[in-house]
Structures are given as C-alpha cells and as structure tokens.
C-alpha cells in the first residue's frame, strides 16, 4: 500500500508526504537544500548526496501519483541568511526538475 487516507481526500504516502487529491497536490516539507555545504562552511566535512536522492525521491512520488502541484511547506533552504553558492546550485536544480513535471509551490519555513 502506498498511500493511506488519513482524513477525507488527504492521503499520507509511504515517502512521508501528503497527496491532496481534490487539489491534485502533494506536500512534502523540509527539504533543507545546501544543508551539506553549511556544514562544510563550518568545517565539517559529509558527503554530499542530499540533492541526487531528493531528485530521485521527487522522481518516484511524481511517476506513482497524479499530482498537479508540489507544495513545499517550509525549509526548502537550509540557510535564510544568505546564499550559499552550492545552495542556490541546489534550488535551481530541484525547482527546474520540479516545474519540468509540476507546478511548484513554496510556503516559507518556520524557523
């Protein structure tokens, strides 16, 4: 099972999303994009993956559902205050993937 409605028209999927199926929406949040490059900046080093699986993850939701829209609810970014060089490589990519298959929709994070 992939998706299991939790309230009328509201389905939580097994990639820890919502599908919205009257507004043929899914909701995905905190992506933290640049979240690696912040850490560098600090002098820790990780290996980068983060962008490469959240493509591939965006990619399966998008080939098994019917969604229209993509809604971000917050944390798209990682950092606010600026601009990492990485970062902004990273949200170009996951916005053009994105309006390549969807409309996407960004709602600003709370902290």
């Known amino acids: 099972m992939d998706r299991l409605e939790v309230a009328r028209g509201v389905e939580a999927t097994r990639d820890f999303a919502l599908f919205l199926r009257n507004e043929r929406a899914l909701v995905i949040s905190d992506l933290h994009l640049g979240f690696e490059g912040a850490l560098a900046e600090q002098g820790v ?43 902004w490589v990273e949200v170009k990519q996951v916005l053009r993937f994105l309006k390549d298959r969807v409309t996407p929709v960004l709602v600003r994070g709370n902290h």
Do not use: T
């Open 45 to 87: 080093s990780i290996p980068r993956f983060q962008r490469r699986v959240i493509l591939e993850r965006l990619g399966k939701m998008l080939d098994r559902g019917k969604a229209e829209k993509v809604v971000i609810a917050g944390d798209f970014k990682h950092e606010f205050s600026k601009n990492l060089v990485d970062e």
